[in-house]
């Protein structure tokens, strides 16, 4: 998730690095947190925004993580890279709190939950954010490929 959110691996690594330190520094207080991984997410997410608002670079938030996925066996290499692509694109056209909400569970795999307590909303509105992402996405799929 920080190495999307800043956008190259470099980064991240002293990202991490810097969220570890802080996380260590606060474990006395943390010890009895009831939801740690929650946490640690929303520690590192705010850290990331942070960087960002400092610096303030272009990046494209999917690129690392839609790699990470891999293509089915009856997809060809090169029409599996095409599809990420585009997916990339339209993802990134979304409004950012259904791109941010799709990203979170698609890509990063977050249950609802978890999503909703870092994104402060009620896990029914994440569901409706998602849906209408994943509604957007599949029309500019299908609008791109009517052709079949």
């Not at 520690?43 to 790699?67: E, G, I, V």
């Not at 599996?80 to 056209?93: D, F, N, P, Y």
């Not at 990063?108 to 954010?129: M, P, Q, S, Y």
Request: glycine fraction near 2%; charged fraction near 30%; hydrophobic fraction near 40%.
């Amino acid at each position: 998730m920080v190495a999307r959110m800043l956008g190259n691996n470099e980064n991240a690594e002293d990202a991490v690095q810097e969220i570890i330190i802080r996380l260590w520094g606060r474990r006395k207080q943390l010890e009895n947190h009831p939801n740690l991984s929650g946490y640690a997410f929303l520690t590192a997410r705010n850290y990331c925004l942070d960087l960002l608002k400092k610096k303030n670079p272009h990046f494209d938030s999917t690129d690392f993580q839609l790699k990470i996925v891999a293509p089915e066996k009856s997809q060809q290499p090169v029409e599996w890279k095409e599809l990420m692509t585009i997916v990339a694109k339209h993802l990134a056209e979304l409004p950012e709190d259904q791109r941010q909400i799709m990203v979170m569970r698609d890509i990063d795999g977050f249950e609802f939950a978890e999503i909703a307590k870092v994104t402060k909303l009620k896990v029914e509105h994440v569901r409706v954010l998602l849906s209408r992402a994943r509604k957007q996405i599949r029309l500019k799929l299908k609008e791109i490929y009517r052709y079949e």
